[in-house]
């Protein structure tokens, strides 16, 4: 059975994720597991040396108590997360999806998609994590580093669902452009939506003949899609374009760079997630 992998945390973000991949897991007849993670810094105080500073018996009396705290506060995380996996199931449920499994685990993130992605044939993640309101300009800490070290598609949810009704393909004819297509002709997620394909390269023939191969591959499956060719830097054009034509869902390549090059050249992926504020679906 087909099966979406949804991964919460306490955000504002985590209601919006279940409604995405309901919406997801309805159009396909999908499972859907609801994953929590509980980092180790949601479990434990940091460690400090006092040797050397307090006498031994304060000392060893302030490590009792830093102990006693540490496990107050793993039960505490424990509690916490078992009640937001229960109250997303119960949002999944009530919203039509039939097959919810929760999964509470302890450590990394990406160790945790690594172990359940082979299973899965999307994944959910919301765009900010529970900082979200105190860093509205910047994206969830593990958001790219899920798509990064992910091999399936990831949908991005935006802070709100809105239905969805209209997609758009932000094509560059790279390898990861392609496989989104391969992905949206042969998926039925997008079934009887509005398909857009649009290029922010330089309109040469060789950018056109890619784009119309690329076109020509969805209208073989049935898609009636408009193809367009814009100018100007690629997340500003593409940010434009989503907002101009009420655009519900963009779906894009990801991340086509290291994290290196990324840091020093900057990353559409990233100002596209950042600017757009419809889901995104991303491929690598």
Not at 250 to 255: H, K, Q, S
């Amino acid at each position: 059975m087909t099966k979406l992998m949804a991964l919460i945390d306490g955000s504002i973000y985590a209601q919006s994720v279940c409604d995405h991949a309901a919406w997801a897991a309805q159009r396909i007849g999908a499972s859907v597991d609801v994953l929590h993670v509980l980092g180790r810094r949601d479990v434990a105080m940091a460690s400090t040396d006092f040797s050397g500073t307090l006498d031994a018996e304060v000392r060893d009396t302030l490590l009792a108590e830093l102990a006693s705290l540490d496990e107050q506060k793993s039960k505490l995380a424990l509690r916490r997360g078992r009640l937001l996996l229960d109250e997303a199931k119960t949002r999944l449920t009530a919203a039509g999806v039939s097959d919810v499994a929760t999964k509470l685990r302890h450590g990394d993130v990406i160790e945790t998609v690594q172990e359940f992605e082979a299973g899965a044939d999307l994944i959910v993640i919301g765009k900010r994590g529970e900082a979200a309101d105190f860093a509205k300009l910047h994206l969830g800490s593990n958001l790219e580093r899920v798509v990064r070290a992910s091999h399936k598609p990831v949908l991005v949810a935006s802070r709100a669902f809105r239905p969805i009704t209209r997609f758009l393909i932000a094509f560059d004819g790279g390898t990861s452009a392609m496989k989104a297509v391969d992905y949206v002709a042969r998926s039925p997620i997008f079934d009887g939506l509005d398909c857009r394909l649009l290029s922010a390269d330089p309109d040469t023939p060789e950018t056109r003949k890619r784009l119309d191969d690329a076109a020509s591959v969805l209208r073989s499956t049935g898609y009636a899609v408009q193809a367009d060719i814009v100018s100007g830097p690629a997340d500003a054009a593409i940010s434009r374009r989503v907002e101009a034509d009420g655009i519900d869902l963009l779906v894009m390549g990801a991340y086509g760079h290291s994290r290196i090059r990324s840091l020093v050249i900057g990353s559409t992926t990233t100002e596209m997630i950042r600017s757009c504020k419809v889901p995104v679906v991303l491929f690598r």
